[in-house]
């Protein structure tokens, strides 16, 4: 079955940068549509960035000019380079894929924990 599998979350001080990373296998990964979302602890989680299979990217208001999500065809790899991070993106941050074009259900990844300290 398919398999997303983050990678790159850590603790870092407010102001700094991270870059998650997540890898994806068994999927024809050109063909979808790549998002980034997150959970904060008591909160629902939410739709922070997508990159469509054309290119086209998407960012919530909270993130926008700091956030910025690419992907790598021939790696099979959707990145989410996070600068100037706050304290309020602390998260679980999870990779999602959904088949372009498509209403069908989405494919997720297990997560991967950012703490921002103040």
């Known amino acids: 079955q398919v398999q997303l599998v983050e990678s790159g979350g850590d603790l870092v001080q407010a102001g700094g940068s991270l870059r998650l990373s997540c890898a994806a296998s068994?999927?024809?990964?050109?063909?979808?549509?790549m998002h980034w979302y997150r959970q904060a602890p008591g909160k629902q989680r939410e739709l922070v960035a997508t990159?469509?299979?054309?290119?086209?990217?998407n960012y919530v208001d909270s993130v926008k000019g700091r956030f910025t999500i690419s992907r790598d065809n021939a790696k099979n790899t959707v990145y989410l380079q996070m600068n100037s991070l706050k304290s309020e993106d602390t998260a679980v941050y999870y990779c999602?894929?959904?088949?372009?074009?498509?209403?069908?259900?989405?494919?997720w990844g297990q997560g991967t924990q950012v703490t921002v300290s103040s």
């Open positions: 999602a894929a959904r088949r372009a074009f498509s209403v069908g259900s989405l494919y």
């Open positions: 068994r999927i024809s990964f050109s063909i979808h549509d």
């Open positions: 990159i469509t299979s054309g290119g086209n990217t």
